[in-house]
């Protein structure tokens, strides 16, 4: 079992910056792949940047590309989303998720742990 809490989320205005944080605590944090996820309300669960179990891979969903960027520091079992430049439509629950292959994925079934989540709302 891996246990999930993200941190970090809150109000910003457009062009602003956040960063979310996410710590796990259980089974070993480095075994897994990372991601984040994003849900607004009425709309599906997506993909929003991944990042391998040693750091050195990432992916990102195009609409966040060259804005957001997702690192860990496996030393703390923690993951993080510096997020820049933030619109309107950036705003949803954002969540942290485990994967246990070595480089994860975008498809949400595949994870495996889930965080409970954190809003994050952007105001024009």
């Known amino acids: 079992q891996v246990q999930l809490v993200e941190s970090g989320g809150g109000l910003q205005q457009a062009g602003g910056s956040l960063r979310l944080s996410c710590a796990a605590s259980?089974?070993?944090?480095?075994?897994?792949?990372m991601g984040w996820f994003r849900q607004a309300p009425g709309k599906e669960r997506e993909f929003v940047a991944v990042i391998s179990w040693s750091g050195g891979r990432t992916s990102y969903a195009d609409s966040v590309k060259g804005r957001f960027t997702i690192s860990r520091d496996n030393a703390k079992n923690t993951v993080y989303l510096q997020m820049n430049s933030l619109k309107p439509e950036d705003t949803a629950v954002y969540y942290c998720?485990?994967?246990?292959?070595?480089?994860?994925?975008?498809?949400?079934?595949?994870?495996?742990?889930w965080g409970q989540g954190t809003q994050v709302t952007v105001s024009s």
């Open positions: 998720a485990a994967h246990s292959g070595p480089d994860g994925s975008s498809w949400p079934k595949s994870y495996a742990f």
């Open positions: 259980g089974r070993s944090f480095s075994a897994y792949a």
